[in-house]
């Protein structure tokens, strides 16, 4: 059994390359816009400027038959099982990111610092629990 | 395009039915066990006790054609678009819940307070943030 998930938008960021992405936002990603499906907008149509939200990712470019990793805040540390790590390679790829809202323009959600390549497909948009409605 | 989710195990728990569920963990939500698929034990085989942990779910039994929810939390307040919600009718019902590992018994994870129900599909086990290794 498995489930189909649809891409409801994509990233658009100057980050255009895996090897320049840090490994968490708070280390330097860029600013980057959330392009949404404008079929979505109604979904998306209460997210505000100042709106602390959880983005999900599918990071397509990840290897899904990795199970364990040498972490890459230190690579000398003994390998370890992904789900104890962050990395991108894992049986379903998925990214989780905080980010804050700068602005919206339709279906297009300006945010702030995201760790995630341009064109990566976006596939849920969260409040986070502390700013939940 | 769309992208295939493939279940790593499923919950298990006294929670039979959503509507006995709470909206969130800290609301009173019983203590649970993940159960993964055996052939994952690698990717698994750092978690300990004490962990925090992000699980993410696929709510299966949710409504993914809904844009527009009233609030769960105060049912007078006007429909809000489900990105601006934690609401599980959504396009991709993946569902978000910060746990604590109380014990591990080889695939099987013991956790604290999960708001999901009995059978309820897991699809990624991350560490917190604020726990990442």
Redesign the interface.
Known sequence: ????????GHVESALADLDDAPK?ADEGAPDAWLVLDPA?R??????APG?E??V?T?L?ESDRDV??VH?R?DPS?PP???????SPA???P?G?H?VRVLAVDGTRIHVDALEAVDGT?V?????T?SS??
């Open positions: 059994m498995t489930f189909e998930l649809r891409p409801i968490q979505l109604e979904a998306a149509a209460d997210i709106d939200l959880v999900i599918w397509h199970l364990v972490p805040s540390r370890t099982g992904v789900f104890s790590t962050r894992r049986p379903n998925l989780l905080t497909p596939v849920d948009l969260k409040p629990l939940r409605r």
